[in-house]
């Protein structure tokens, strides 16, 4: 969800005004989503490296995280929809992840739409604490190191139970993946939306929805395999 600072930038706005904005997006986009039927989805809403931002901005994130909790968990659970976080949860604030904790207990039973909120997350983050718990599981003499494979690796990612990611979009016009889901990225098709964060509406969702739906997705395969519904093993 890139974009939020220059969206301000440009109204001659501070910076936290655009994450405001960016807010509404948000919200606007978890509406589409269940109405299309999206099974998973999954924002980058603060990774491990914004905590180095200016400390007023990173305060009025958390302020923002914390109100949105309050007033939008009710209408969410109401919706179907999982709430989950993932990252690094313990370096927040107790009252803030208190709440986040809260959330992901109350609607845990949901299964219109796994929406997924990064936060203090990375990519590497992720890769590191799933190969921390196959160690530990190794030293415990519950596996055996020597056989330690993908999927027993897969298993342990903060998303292992939901089905493999599909699309990643970045707004903001970026061409970086900037750390977020970088195991889960192996086979995703990639948008880059020039849309600043806060204008990305449902009609940029389904341009970019299009635009995936028009790729061809070969796994490795070679295009007459995929187009003969070439059934060899993978
Ligand atoms: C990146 O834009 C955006 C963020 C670091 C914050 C994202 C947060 C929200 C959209 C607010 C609400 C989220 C939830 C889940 C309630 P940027 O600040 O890097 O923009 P820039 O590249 O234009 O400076």
Not at 75 to 93: N, Q, T
Not at 125 to 151: L, P, S
Request: hydrophobic share 45%.
């Amino acid at each position: 969800m890139d974009g939020n600072g220059r969206w301000a930038k440009q109204r001659h706005r501070p910076r936290t005004f655009g994450h405001r904005a960016g807010q509404k997006a948000v919200r606007a986009i978890i509406e589409a989503c269940l109405r299309r039927g999206i099974e998973a989805l999954t924002l980058f809403a603060f990774s491990s490296e914004n905590w180095q931002r200016p400390k007023d901005e990173v305060g009025a994130l958390m302020e923002l995280f914390l109100k949105a909790l309050d007033r939008e968990v009710g209408e969410l659970h109401g919706h179907g929809v999982r709430i989950r976080f993932i990252g690094e949860l313990a370096a927040f604030a107790p009252a803030l992840r208190e709440r986040m904790l809260a959330a992901m207990d109350k609607t845990t039973g949901n299964t219109k739409l796994a929406l997924n909120i990064a936060v203090n997350y990375g990519g590497r983050w992720d890769i590191a604490q799933a190969a921390r718990q196959v160690a530990q599981a190794a030293v415990r003499g519950e596996i055996d190191a020597t056989r330690i494979d993908e999927a027993q690796l897969g298993s342990h990612f903060a998303l292992a139970d939901l089905p493999p990611l599909d699309l990643f979009i970045r707004t903001g016009g970026e061409k970086r993946v900037s750390n977020f889901l970088l195991w889960q990225l192996a086979y995703a098709e990639l948008v880059f939306s020039d849309a600043l964060w806060p204008d990305f509406d449902a009609d940029h969702l389904d341009a970019a929805i299009a635009d995936f739906a028009a790729r061809e997705r070969r796994y490795g395969k070679t295009s007459a395999q995929v187009s003969s519904a070439y059934s060899g093993a993978h």
